[in-house]
């Protein structure tokens, strides 16, 4: 069974759209994580959600609103999508916020822009 | 504020080589962690290992094995006889325990990419 699962895997769609990717874990985790990794691979935290509450929003442009109706799942909307979102966009979970405790992520959305 | 450098963009070495793939990090907390992760060209991101700032103790797992040295802020990883499948990108990441309520995420060197040749 997969532990952290993203859907799509792949998202091809023209500039100006709506979009959304959904995340699921089955670990049983109280805390997930959305990250971007850009084309040069440098990976940045999004948001981090703990038992459905947000904790974390590292100054992402209101066009992305993480949505998660239950602890298991955090899901990530964008609207009118620019050519800068295209990226590699990984949800991550953890047992709790605490920093010790390594994240699982997701095997990762690639999202690009036409 | 909070950084990790990994110098190191990539690396080439031949199958059987050692490799030492540098990562330095800056924080003011007392308490963090550091960790590696290995990206492979599938794209997942991997866990590899976890430390604390209070364990300074090395540490070995197989081939891989970490140096960690809080004097030089440097979390350091070794592959032994390197193979073709350890061929990835790998990060360093640190978490800190009080950060304006930012604990738990990872902040993320820009990773090496390691390339293992046959």
């Known amino acids: 069974d997969t532990a952290v699962s993203q859907t799509p895997k792949y998202l091809v769609t023209q500039m100006g759209n709506d979009k959304s990717i959904k995340c699921e874990q089955n670990l049983g985790h109280d805390t997930m994580y959305w990250y971007k990794q850009d084309s040069k691979k440098f990976l940045k935290i999004m948001f981090s959600y703990n038992n459905k509450e947000l904790i974390i929003n590292e100054t992402v442009p209101n066009r992305f609103s993480p949505k998660s109706p239950d602890k298991a799942h955090l899901n990530l909307h964008i609207n009118s999508l620019e050519l800068g979102d295209s990226a590699v966009y990984f949800c991550?979970?953890?047992?709790?916020?605490?920093?010790?405790?390594?994240?699982?992520f997701g095997d990762g959305t690639r999202l690009s822009i036409l | 504020a909070q950084k990790v450098t990994q110098a190191q963009t990539e690396i080439s070495v031949v199958e059987k080589e050692d490799v030492t793939l540098d990562c330095v990090y800056e924080?003011?907390?007392?308490?963090?962690?550091l960790f590696w992760y290995k990206q492979p060209p599938s794209g997942e991101l991997v866990f590899l290992i976890r430390r604390n700032s209070f364990d300074e103790q090395n540490e070995i797992s197989g081939r891989y094995s970490w140096n960690f040295q809080k004097s030089t802020s440097s979390f350091n990883f070794t592959i032994t006889a390197s193979q073709v499948v350890d061929s990835a990108v790998y990060f360093c990441?640190?978490?800190?325990?009080?950060?304006?309520?930012?604990?738990?995420?990872?902040?993320f060197g820009k990773g090496t990419k390691l390339s293992v040749k046959p």
């Open positions: 991550a979970s953890s047992p709790t916020q605490n920093s010790n405790q390594p994240q699982h």
């Open positions: 924080t003011r907390d007392t308490t963090y962690y």
């Open positions: 990441a640190l978490s800190v325990s009080n950060y304006g309520g930012s604990q738990g995420n990872l902040i």
